[in-house]
């Protein structure tokens, strides 16, 4: 049986047009029906940093050019739990209910808890943001950066999916410019707009405060080496 199940697998992830790379391994592959619409799932291992993150493909995206996608960083609270205390889960339906309505498109699903500074010690943020503190100023009595994500994995991913030119959907000028960097063009921007609520008004403050553009506007590789 287990045979089977691999072989089946392979099967599907060969018929996509995929197979592995130095740093990308792709492990599974399944059919993903959601409220928001039809999706593929697949998991993949980063050789990167050795964790298994998920891919959503629309369609078949595979070797397109400017193809809408988003770069979501794992967020067990809002995704999961439905927190107010920020707009995760907003900009994860957002995005879905997007790409639904696309002929293919892609959502890459990053394990990097807490901006990544894993899960115990964002809950540890929630307990000084309630002391006061602003998001960033809350990293950074913990020792970290205000923002220790990277998207290198996202970066390898798109290689393997042989996908070099994107729609990034994102309100976070960093994530432009992380892409642009790794050569994987960013020919338009897709912003997200969320309507605050009394718990997340202040998270969202901080990140228009951080250049994060919470609109419209225009916003691509073209841009960066401009700036």
Do not use: W
């Amino acid at each position: 049986m287990t045979n089977d199940i691999e072989h089946n697998i392979r099967e599907g992830i060969v018929k996509l047009g995929l197979k592995d790379t130095e740093l990308v391994h792709f492990g599974s592959i399944a059919k993903l029906p959601t409220q928001h619409g039809e999706f593929d799932i697949i998991g993949f291992l980063s050789l990167r940093d050795m964790k298994e993150h998920t891919i959503l493909i629309r369609g078949n995206p595979i070797g397109k050019k400017e193809v809408p996608m988003r770069i979501h960083s794992e967020c067990l609270t809002g995704d999961a739990f439905t927190s107010l205390r920020c707009d995760c889960r907003e900009q994860l339906e957002f995005a879905l209910d997007h790409f639904a309505k696309e002929e293919f498109a892609v959502l890459i699903y990053l394990r990097q808890e807490g901006r990544g500074i894993g899960l115990f010690n964002k809950l540890k943020t929630y307990t000084l943001q309630e002391m006061g503190y602003d998001t960033n100023e809350a990293n950074e009595l913990l020792g970290f950066n205000k923002d220790e994500r990277s998207y290198l994995v996202a970066i390898d991913a798109l290689k393997a999916l042989k996908i070099h030119s994107v729609k990034l959907m994102t309100n976070n000028p960093n994530k432009v410019a992380g892409l642009c960097d790794s050569g994987i063009d960013v020919t338009d921007r897709i912003p997200i707009a969320i309507i605050p609520n009394t718990y997340n008004v202040k998270y969202l403050s901080t990140k228009s405060e951080d250049g994060h553009l919470m609109g419209s506007g225009a916003l691509f590789c073209q841009d960066e080496k401009e700036g």
